[in-house]
């Protein structure tokens, strides 16, 4: 570590990206605030995929290997008619979430990497849970900020790590609207007793060709992490806040057919790490004003058809902590060459998943079509930053 960096940095957002900057803003010698909204890393999600250059990203973190050992190891996937239970697909050499079996990628669960990240980070960095920012007050050497619950404090820098529906991003650039790029898909996310008996595999279920249901399994002995999906080709206007209205909505819009769907869904009722929201990309000429900038999700969400987004997550922290470190004594210029090396990287990874956002009906899958999601990886050359640490 370089004290000579004794800088106070706020994230908000305890999630992939706002851990992977703090880890490596940490390393470079910043001092790091999170402020996170949930009482603890937010649980929830399904499987997420760390491909490519996020691999690199790991390697350099030294966490590899955790994620490996924590990997979902599934064996194989599986499609079901959900009317009749008959399985009409099936495949152990790829799974359509996290592509061919053999290849180097790491499929983890949300909750598995981000626990992993945390343990990173570990007691170098101040956590505000149950916190959320109200104000941002910035002038040119620093930001006032406000919080829900705690005193009011100065930052150098603060960094909106807060996801999808960013709160930094709305205080500080705009409303969701001028930004948020509706993709005509929702999805629910939550997890359910292994009712099914999934061993590391993956089953979709689908009614008159269309995907309705994703389950995933690490094994028998562990929950299933399900996934429900709808389309529709306008936005909904929904309550954010009321979680019993989101499921009211998903149950809708689930076909009650066969024996399975409906049992989901009854699950679905009792879970209490639902996630529900639009599939959606992010998209914004600059993703920093003043000495406020944003990183993963709230800046450049690539969406979760194609599960990129937490690759470029990874290498958005990265890159973003390593100019900060690389140029100390000129933030605004590490702001700008942060986006000139990220940019081209996140347009292309978002051009990828927007092209790939329908995916085929599923009676067109035959054992050679199944998409291999790894083929999706964009590259990304790194700048050597070995000297600054
Ligand atoms: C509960 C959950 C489940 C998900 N499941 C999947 C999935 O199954 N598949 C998939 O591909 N992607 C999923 N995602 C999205 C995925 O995590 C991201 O696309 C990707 O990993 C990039 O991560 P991120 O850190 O930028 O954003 P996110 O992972 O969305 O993290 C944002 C973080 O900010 C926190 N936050 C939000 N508002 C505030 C606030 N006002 N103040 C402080 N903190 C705040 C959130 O609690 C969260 O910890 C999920 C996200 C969440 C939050």
Redesign the pocket.
């Known amino acids: 570590m370089q004290p000579s960096k004794k800088i106070d940095i706020l994230i ?7 851990l992977t900057t703090a880890y490596w803003l940490i390393k470079y010698g910043f001092n790091v605030t999170v ?4 009482s603890h ?2 649980a ?5 995929d760390v491909r490519g250059p996020a691999l690199e990203v790991a390697e350099k973190m030294g966490i590899l290997n955790a994620l490996k050992t924590n990997s979902t190891k599934l064996t194989g996937m599986s499609m079901v008619d959900a009317a009749t239970g008959e399985e009409t697909y099936r495949n152990t050499e790829q799974t359509l979430t996290g592509g061919r079996l053999d290849s180097n990628d790491v499929e983890i669960l ?1 909750d598995d990497l981000c626990q992993i990240l945390l343990d990173g980070v570990g007691n170098n960095a101040r956590f505000l849970f149950n916190n ?2 109200v104000s941002i007050d910035q002038d040119s050497l620093g930001a006032n900020v406000v919080f829900t619950n705690a005193p009011q404090q100065r930052f150098y820098l603060v960094i909106g ?5 960013s ?1 930094v991003r709305k205080l500080v650039f705009g409303k969701d609207k001028e930004f948020v790029k509706y993709l005509g898909h929702y999805v629910a ?1 939550f997890t359910m007793p292994n009712f099914l008996g999934l061993d590391r595999w993956e089953v979709f279920y689908q009614h008159e060709g269309i995907p309705i249901a994703a389950c995933i399994a690490k094994e028998k002995e562990s929950d299933i992490r399900a ?1 429900l999906g709808f389309e529709t080709p306008e936005a909904i206007n929904y309550d954010y806040r009321n979680t019993i209205a989101q499921k009211d909505l998903v149950a809708e819009r689930t076909p009650q057919v066969g024996n399975v769907l409906p049992q989901i869904v009854r699950y679905m009722y009792e879970a209490d790490n639902f ?1 529900f929201d639009s599939v959606n990309q992010v998209i914004m000429d600059s993703w920093s004003k003043g000495l406020v900038t944003l990183v ?3 800046g450049y ?1 690539v969406s ?1 058809s194609l ?1 990129q ?2 690759t470029v ?1 990874m290498v958005g922290g990265y890159v973003l902590a390593s100019e900060l470190a690389a140029q100390t004594n000129d933030i605004s210029k590490a702001l700008q060459c942060y986006e000139e090396l990220l940019r081209d990287y996140v347009i292309n990874n978002q051009k990828l998943a927007y092209e790939s956002r329908s995916e085929p009906a599923v009676e067109d899958y035959d054992s050679t079509d199944v998409r291999d999601l790894g083929q999706s990886v964009v590259p990304f050359t790194f700048k050597n930053y070995t000297e600054i640490v």
């Not at 908000?12 to 706002?18: E, F, K, L, R």
């Not at 929830?44 to 997420?48: D, E, N, P, T, V």
């Not at 790590?161 to 529906?165: I, N, S, T, V, Y």
């Open positions: 908000s957002g305890a999630s992939i990206a706002g402020v996170e909204r949930a890393i937010r929830g999600g399904q499987a997420l949300r959320s920012i790590a807060d996801g999808l529906r709160n996310i996934y996630y993963g999700d709230a969400s979760v599960g987004g937490t997550a």
